[in-house]
């Protein structure tokens, strides 16, 4: 099993443009999130999912879509892209009723100029 | 406001010896915390847990002890290894609700 991949594992964008950044998971899980980590303020989560065609809004869901259509991929976009969503993302699952211990996938850093 | 708090952003201890982290949290509706390890390029693993109801869990080198009163939680490793070397990140939740992450501390561990 690959357990949580993410792609692309890097990118740099142009303020303004927009992306698309991709999760998969291989365990079936129900839940699946999305968080941010920036230097000094911790995993902060952006959306989660309870499940295939739910999505909900985290901490800071601003600036930020997510669509759940299949239950094994969790997408994250970025209509318009600021210089503060210069982050590392990183996205997680969990199966249902375990929310505590959260499976990750290895990141992806963006950059935004 | 942060409710899980990690003071210290780094730690620096040499191999064998004992390696204390420590988080603080505010919301007294936690009842689940977690420590999570993480190496550079790679997403955190989970290390261990403990409930509310217990004080102490205790898992080969690592052990987390619960002090509810004090809202405050520590993972110790004995003995350190170099290995150990990464950022550990604590977190909380309460019941069915998400988890709450502290900001990390990074652990060095050297010979």
């Known amino acids: 099993n690959a357990g949580v991949t993410q792609t692309p594992k890097f990118r740099v964008l142009k303020t303004g443009q927009s992306m698309t950044l991709l999760c998969a998971q291989d365990m079936n899980h129900e839940y699946m999130y999305w968080y941010r980590q920036d230097p000094g303020m911790g995993l902060r989560l952006i959306h989660y999912s309870v499940g295939e065609g739910t999505t909900a809004k985290g901490e800071v869901p601003d600036g930020y879509n997510v669509s759940r259509l299949k239950k094994q991929n969790f997408l994250l976009g970025l209509e318009s892209a600021a210089p503060s969503q210069t982050s590392v993302y990183f996205c997680?699952?969990?199966?249902?009723?375990?929310?505590?211990?959260?499976?990750f996938g290895p990141g992806t850093r963006l950059t935004v100029l | 406001d942060q409710q899980v708090k990690q003071n210290s952003p780094s730690l620096s201890v040499q191999e064998g010896r004992i390696s204390i982290l420590n988080c603080d949290y505010t919301?007294?509706?936690?009842?689940?915390f977690l420590w999570y390890k993480k190496y550079p390029a790679e997403g955190p693993t989970f290390l261990i847990s403990?409930?509310?109801?217990?004080d102490k869990n205790e898992d080969g080198r690592f052990t987390v002890f619960l002090n509810k009163s004090a809202k405050h939680l520590s993972l110790h490793i004995v003995p350190s290894q170099p290995g150990d070397s990464a950022v550990y990140f604590c977190?909380?939740?309460?019941?069915?609700?998400?988890?709450?992450f502290g900001t990390g501390t990074r652990l060095q561990v050297f010979p």
């Open positions: 919301n007294s509706m936690f009842d689940y």
């Open positions: 403990i409930s509310s109801i217990k």
């Open positions: 977190a909380a939740s309460a019941i069915g609700d998400k988890l709450i």
């Open positions: 997680a699952s969990t199966p249902a009723g375990a929310t505590d211990t959260q499976y």
